[in-house]
């Protein structure tokens, strides 16, 4: 199956729920190599509110997701570069929710490409 939105083509979307509490692990197929995205899901008393820290590893990327409280959700409201890869951008759009007095949370996720040209993309570094 193929899907698109827009300029961006669906690589894949799911959704997932923790096993215990622990981190995921995602390794996302691309054309000619992989994207390793981590997951981890915190709970941290001195932070209020929800809070998203993307940071980029070795092998792929490392997504925090702290204060993950209820079961209406929270996630990017934009698709989050995660980097580039030749002419193409990878993006994730998510939502994260956690439902009762569990641990374990449940992503709802979706991993797009889409060429820098056709979205307009420039560095700016």
């Not at 690589?11 to 997951?39: C, E, K, R, Y």
Request: proline share 6%.
């Amino acid at each position: 199956m193929f899907l698109e939105s827009g300029p961006a083509q669906v690589l894949h979307s799911g959704i997932v729920t923790t096993f215990g509490g622990n981190p995921l692990q995602m390794i996302v197929p691309l054309p000619g190599d992989t994207l390793a995205v981590q997951w981890h899901f915190e709970q941290d008393r001195e932070v209020h509110g929800a809070a998203f820290d993307c940071q980029a590893t070795d092998t792929g990327y490392r997504i925090v997701c702290t204060n993950i409280e209820d079961a209406a959700g929270r996630g990017s409201s934009d698709p989050v570069l995660l980097g580039e890869l030749g002419p193409d951008l990878f993006f994730v759009h998510f939502r994260v929710f956690r439902f009762g007095d569990t641990p374990d949370c449940t992503l709802h996720y979706t991993f797009f490409r889409a060429d820098k040209e056709t979205v307009g993309w420039t560095p700016t570094r």
